[in-house]
């Protein structure tokens, strides 16, 4: 089975996305704060005419705050979030990543044993060998599930 992933670096790390969750990958612009947000959470961007929220992966992680710099990128993913029991709302979220190098295509998932990152395990769905190196595959759902949580609305007879 081939699949393609985009990948990219923070810190010492080099992490991939499965192609098919990207919607794009844009230079990083500074987002509009969103008053109580998160502390991870950069704010609002908008491409396209929608309103993309922006997590800084660094921050998420307690990772060592760095200057954004020309080689920091915005991948954008959509996903989809529950509202109730039969009904759900697609998101936009945006991971700000200190560099994005390449789609690349993995026919054999080899497993790289015992390599270690610098997020928890449960972001990571899986750990692959690629070029000799480890490829942190991330659990994009994951990563983004509390900042989506607070989008939900409740009616106000509940």
Same mark, same amino acid.
């Given at each position: 089975?081939?699949?393609?992933?985009?990948?990219?670096?923070?810190?010492?790390?080099?992490?991939?996305?499965?192609?098919?969750?990207?919607?794009?990958?844009?230079?990083?612009?500074?987002?509009?704060?969103?008053?109580?947000?998160?502390?991870?959470?950069?704010?609002?961007?908008?491409?396209?005419?929608?309103?993309?929220?922006?997590?800084?992966?660094?921050?998420?992680?307690?990772?060592?705050?760095?200057?954004?710099?020309?080689?920091?990128?915005?991948?954008?993913?959509?996903?989809?979030?529950?509202?109730?029991?039969?009904?759900?709302?697609?998101?936009?979220?945006?991971?700000?990543?200190?560099? !994005?190098?390449? +789609?690349?295509?993995?026919? #054999?998932?080899? /497993? *790289?044993?015992?390599?270690?990152?610098?997020?928890? @395990? %449960?972001? !990571?769905?899986? +750990?692959?060998?690629?070029? #000799?190196?480890? /490829? *942190?595959?991330?659990?994009?759902?994951?990563?983004? @599930? %509390?900042?989506?949580?607070?989008?939900?609305?409740?009616?106000?007879?509940?």
């Amino acid at each position: 089975m081939i699949t393609n992933y985009l990948t990219f670096t923070v810190e010492e790390n080099t992490y991939a996305i499965d192609v098919s969750a990207v919607l794009e990958v844009l230079n990083f612009t500074e987002p509009t704060a969103v008053p109580c947000a998160l502390p991870y959470i950069e704010g609002l961007i908008y491409s396209r005419e929608q309103g993309i929220t922006v997590v800084n992966f660094r921050k998420r992680f307690d990772l060592p705050v760095r200057d954004i710099d020309k080689r920091s990128k915005v991948i954008v993913v959509e996903i989809d979030t529950p509202i109730d029991a039969t009904s759900q709302r697609v998101s936009l979220y945006g991971l700000v990543a200190d560099s !994005v190098q390449d +789609v690349i295509q993995i026919y #054999d998932e080899e /497993l *790289f044993e015992g390599a270690k990152c610098s997020i928890p @395990e %449960e972001f !990571v769905s899986t +750990v692959l060998k690629y070029n #000799d190196q480890p /490829l *942190f595959i991330i659990n994009y759902k994951k990563l983004f @599930e %509390e900042a989506g949580s607070l989008n939900i609305q409740k009616p106000a007879n509940q």
